[in-house]
Nanobody
Framework: QVQLVESGGGLVQAGDSLRVSCVFS????????MGWFRQGPGKEREFLAA????????FYANSVVGRFTISRDNAKNTVYLQMNRLNREDTAVYYC?????????????????????WGQGTQVTVSS
C-alpha cells in the first residue's frame, strides 16, 4: 500500500519562497507519476503540477507556471514543490498524490481521478 507524507508547510510572508516535500513509501517510487494539488478555504481541490516517473517531464496549471516547480529525487523517494513569489491566494493545504492507471503523460494528468493515493496534506499560510 502506498503511503505519502507531506512536510515543509508553514507561515510565510507574501513574496517569500517555500519548498514542500512528500515522501513516498510502500511501492517502487520510480514507477509512479506524481502530482501536487492544493485546497484553499472554501475552494475545490485544484491541480498544480505533475511529473513523470523519470522526472524529465513536468506539467503545470496555468495559474502557477513560472512560480512553482515540481521535481523528484527517486533515490530519496521524494517529490518536491518549490514555490516562489507566494501571495495570499496561495494559502491552502497542499497535497501530493501518486498516479493511478488512468494517468497519461501529457494527456491526462490534472484531474483528481488520475491519482489513486493521497497524502494528508501540509498547510501553507501566506500573510501580507
Amino acid at each position: 500500500q502506498v503511503q505519502l507524507v507531506e512536510s515543509g508547510g508553514g507561515l510565510v510572508q507574501a513574496g517569500d519562497s517555500l519548498r514542500v516535500s512528500c515522501v513516498f513509501s510502500g511501492r517502487t517510487f520510480s514507477s509512479y507519476p506524481m502530482g501536487w494539488f492544493r485546497q484553499g478555504p472554501g475552494k475545490e481541490r485544484e491541480f498544480l503540477a505533475a511529473i513523470n516517473p523519470s522526472g524529465h517531464r513536468a506539467f503545470y496549471a496555468n495559474s502557477v507556471v513560472g512560480r512553482f516547480t515540481i521535481s523528484r529525487d527517486n533515490a530519496k523517494n521524494t517529490v518536491y514543490l518549490q514555490m516562489n513569489r507566494l501571495n495570499r491566494e496561495d494559502t491552502a493545504v497542499y497535497y501530493c498524490a501518486a498516479a493511478g492507471p488512468e494517468w497519461e503523460e501529457g494527456l491526462y494528468y490534472s484531474p483528481r481521478n488520475a491519482y489513486d493515493y493521497w497524502g494528508q496534506g501540509t498547510q501553507v499560510t501566506v500573510s501580507s
